[in-house]
C-alpha cells in the first residue's frame, strides 16, 4: 500500500480530497494532512510519503516553497500542486521542482482519478525497477565476493565503493551441528550481536552449500573472540543455547583483502575435518590444523594395519586394558595427521577390525563370541560422522571380546585406570569417556573408583595434574599459562582456581619459594 499526505489551508478540500475517490481502490493510504506549509514540509521529511497533494497559496509556506526545501532534503515522491489559478508561471516553476502534476481547482474528480492512477503505475514500474537492480547489485556483490575467496580478485573492483574496505578481516563457515537435524535453528551472523547496516560488518554469503561470514573491522573479529572465550569458558553450549545448533570453523585474521583467501581455505580446510573432532565440539580454529608437510610418514598401508592387528589382539587376549586404550589413543593420533582421505581413513579402520575379528575368532572358535556381521560392521564404520565413535565402537568391542574369553578383575581394570590417567592427564578426560575404554558405564565406574580410591574421579585428576605442575614450576621456566595448557586445563584462570584449592599457594607464589629452594 502507497502512502498519499494532503495539505491545503482549507478544510473542506482536505476532507473532500480524502473522499472525492476510492485512495484505497488504488492501492492508496492517506497518512497524513496539514493546513499550512511548515508542517507539511515538516510532515513530509519525516515520512516520506509516495505521493504529496499541496495546495500552491497556504499560510508560512507556499505549496512551492514545500517542494522546493523538500526537495533540497532528499525527497523524491511524486507531487500533486492544486492551484486555484491558471497563471503558467506557477507551472513553470512546479516543473523546474519535479512536479509532473498540476491541478486546477475545483479539482475534477475523473481527471483526479486518472492522475494518481497514473502515479500508481509509476510508483509500481519504480518499484519494480529497484528491486531489479538491488537484485542485481545482490548478485555482483555475490560474484565479487566469491571471487575475493577463490584468489581470483578482478583488478577493476572498488572495494571502497563496495564498503569491502577494513584493517582486518577473519572468516568464519558454519553448518548445523547435528547431521539428523533437517535445518539450523540459529544463523551464526545473529549471534555476534553486532550491527550490519550496508555489510559494515561483516558480508553473508552462501558458497558450495556453505554459510560463509567475512569479518570486517576490529570490533566485529573482537566481538568474535569474545564469543570464543566465553564457550571455552563454558566448555560445551548448554541445552537448548543457540550454539548447540551450530558447528563453527574459522581462519586466521588477516590484514590484507586479498590475503582473505587464506583465512577461507583454512576454514574450509577445518569443515572437511570435522571427522576428527572430540565429543560435542562446536568449533575449531586455524591453530587446530595439522602440519602436514611430513604426512607421507604417516600414508596408511598393509604394513601399519598387520602391525595395529598384531599389538590390539595381543593386549584383548592378556585382558591389557590400559594398554588396549593406549593403542587406540596412538593410532587416532596417528590417523589426525595422515594424508589420507575421511574414506579411505574409514576403510583403514573397517578392514583392521574385521581382521581382528577374523583372527580372534579362529584362535577362541569355541568361545562364541557375539560379533556383529561383517556387512552390518562395514554399514556402521562407513556410517560414522566422527573419528571418536569409531573408536569408541572398537573399544566397547574390545572388551566384549576380552569379557567372552576371560574373567577380567575389577581391581586389574582400576590399575589400568590409573595408569591410563597417569599418561593421558593433559587430554580432555572425562569420566564419561573413561569408563567405556574399560568396559564401565560412567555411572558405576564413579561409584567403585571412589571406593577403590578413596576419592572421586576428577578430584583425582586434578591432583595428578596439580602434581604435574608443580614439577613444571619447579623444574622449567614455562609460563603459567603454558605449564596450564601442558598439564590438561584450557583456561588459565581455572588452573589458578584449581591450584590455590589443593596447595594453598598460587603457580606464582609456589614457584618463587621452590625455585630458590
Known amino acids: 500500500m502507497n502512502t498519499v499526505f494532503i495539505a491545503d489551508d482549507e478544510l473542506i478540500i482536505r476532507q473532500g480530497l480524502k473522499c472525492i475517490i476510492d485512495w484505497s481502490a488504488l492501492g492508496f493510504e492517506v497518512i497524513g494532512e496539514a493546513a499550512n506549509g511548515e508542517d507539511a514540509l515538516q510532515f513530509i521529511t519525516k515520512y516520506n510519503p509516495d505521493m504529496v497533494m499541496l495546495d500552491i497559496r497556504m499560510p508560512k509556506l507556499t505549496g512551492l516553497d514545500v517542494v522546493k ?101 577473519q572468516v568464519v563457515i558454519y553448518e548445523k551441528y547435528s547431521h539428523h537435524a533437517s535445518k539450523m535453528t540459529y544463523r551464526f551472523s545473529d549471534l555476534l550481536k553486532v550491527t550490519n547496516t550496508d555489510n559494515s560488518s561483516y558480508e553473508n554469503i552462501t558458497l558450495d552449500d556453505n554459510e560463509i561470514l567475512i569479518l570486517k573491522g576490529p570490533f566485529t573479529i573482537k566481538k568474535f573472540e569474545e564469543f570464543l572465550e566465553h564457550y571455552d569458558r563454558e566448555q560445551k553450549p548448554q541445552t537448548n543455547s543457540p550454539l548447540d545448533s551450530l ?135 562407513g556410517e560414522k560422522y566422527y573419528l571418536y565413535e569409531i573408536i569408541l565402537f572398537f573399544t566397547e568391542q574390545f572388551e566384549m571380546i576380552m569379557r567372552a574369553i576371560g574373567n577380567p578383575s575389577s581391581d586389574g581394570v582400576m590399575d589400568d585406570i590409573i595408569h591410563y590417567i597417569e599418561h593421558n592427564y593433559m587430554d580432555n578426560i572425562k569420566l564419561e569417556t573413561i569408563a567405556p575404554l574399560f568396559g564401565y558405564n560412567s555411572s558405576y565406574l564413579g561409584k567403585i573408583f571412589n571406593k577403590k580410591v578413596g576419592m572421586g574421579f576428577n578430584m583425582f585428576v586434578d591432583q595428578v595434574r596439580i602434581s604435574r605442575s608443580k614439577e613444571l614450576l619447579t623444574d622449567t621456566d614455562l609460563k603459567v599459562y603454558e605449564i596450564s595448557e601442558k598439564v590438561g586445563y584450557r583456561n588459565v584462570d581455572y588452573f589458578h582456581t584449581k591450584f590455590k584449592k589443593y596447595v594453598n599457594q598460587s603457580p606464582a607464589e609456589f614457584r618463587k619459594i621452590h625455585q630458590k629452594k
Open 69 to 169: 526545501q523538500a526537495r533540497e532534503q532528499g525527497y523524491k515522491g511524486k507531487v500533486i500542486i492544486l492551484s486555484g489559478f491558471t497563471d503558467f508561471k506557477y507551472a513553470q516553476s512546479a516543473i523546474r521542482y519535479g512536479v509532473e502534476y498540476y491541478l486546477t481547482k475545483p479539482i475534477d474528480e475523473d481527471e483526479l482519478f486518472n492522475t494518481v492512477k497514473e502515479i500508481k503505475k509509476l510508483l509500481l514500474d519504480e518499484a519494480q525497477k529497484k528491486e531489479e537492480m538491488e537484485e542485481y547489485r545482490s548478485k555482483a556483490r555475490n560474484m565479487i565476493l566469491q571471487d575475493i575467496l577463490n584468489n581470483n580478485i578482478p583488478s577493476t573492483v572498488d572495494f571502497q565503493n563496495l564498503n569491502l574496505q577494513a584493517d582486518v578481516y
Open 247 to 381: 558447528f563453527i570453523t574459522y581462519g586466521r585474521i588477516v590484514s590484507d583483502i586479498e590475503d582473505i583467501h587464506i583465512s577461507y581455505q583454512e576454514a574450509l580446510r577445518l569443515l572437511q575435518r570435522r571427522f576428527f573432532c572430540e565429543h560435542k565440539q562446536h568449533t575449531i580454529g586455524y591453530s587446530e590444523l595439522p602440519d602436514l608437510t611430513q604426512s607421507d610418514m604417516y600414508s596408511l598401508n598393509n604394513d601399519i594395519l598387520q602391525d595395529y592387528c598384531e599389538q590390539l589382539i595381543g593386549y584383548i587376549q592378556a585382558a591389557k586394558r590400559n594398554q588396549v586404550a593406549e593403542t587406540l589413543n596412538e593410532l587416532e593420533h596417528k590417523l589426525y595427521y595422515s594424508s589420507n582421505t575421511i574414506e579411505r581413513i574409514k576403510l583403514f579402520l573397517t578392514d583392521l577390525y574385521l581382521s581382528i575379528k577374523e583372527k580372534i575368532s579362529h584362535l577362541y572358535h569355541n568361545a562364541n563370541i557375539p560379533f556383529p556381521g561383517n556387512a552390518e560392521i562395514i554399514n556402521l564404520i
